[in-house]
């Protein structure tokens, strides 16, 4: 699986620690979009890039981190096709997942711990969307 992943300067830290982890990771490729220091950028740039990598087709999963999660998902949810999902546990990821078909995971690096955020990560990729009833209502979104 092709993941791009971006980062403002709130998820600096932790993107380095999870692409520790997801790098010893068989099957993942990981396309790194940036930022890789804590100069002070603007977040939907970097939502921006992942979003486009998706849209094209270079990835088929994304991963952004802001402080919060919250102006990424933002960001990121403007995109057609874009599903979003701001986890903060590993129920709320395996249902954006199995219900929404999340196809970007959010976090907020200044409010989930890493140990949590590597454990949201191992379901949200794991995890397949079920479809049936929720492929209507993913439909229905982009009507
Ligand atoms: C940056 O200071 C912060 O506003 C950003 O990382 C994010 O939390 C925005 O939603």
């Known amino acids: 699986m092709i993941i791009a992943i971006a980062n403002d300067h709130g998820g600096t830290e932790l993107k380095h620690f999870l692409l520790q982890q997801m790098q010893k990771q068989e099957g993942l490729k990981i396309i790194d979009l940036g930022i890789n220091d804590l100069h002070s950028v603007d977040y939907p740039e970097y939502a921006g890039r992942v979003c486009q990598?998706?849209?094209?087709?270079?990835?088929?999963?994304?991963?952004?981190?802001?402080?919060?999660?919250?102006?990424?998902?933002?960001?990121?949810?403007?995109?057609?096709?874009?599903?979003?999902?701001?986890?903060?546990?590993?129920?709320?990821?395996?249902?954006?997942?199995?219900?929404?078909?999340?196809?970007?995971?959010?976090?907020?690096?200044?409010?989930?711990?890493?140990?949590?955020?590597?454990?949201?990560?191992?379901?949200?990729?794991?995890?397949?969307?079920e479809g049936g009833r929720h492929q209507r209502r993913i439909q229905l979104m982009d009507k």
């Open 53 to 129: 990598a998706l849209r094209a087709g270079e990835a088929e999963r994304g991963i952004l981190i802001c402080g919060t999660g919250l102006g990424m998902s933002m960001a990121a949810n403007r995109y057609p096709g874009i599903r979003a999902a701001l986890c903060h546990d590993e129920f709320t990821a395996r249902l954006s997942r199995q219900h929404n078909d999340a196809n970007i995971l959010v976090l907020g690096g200044r409010v989930t711990g890493a140990p949590v955020a590597e454990a949201i990560v191992q379901v949200w990729l794991a995890t397949a969307f």
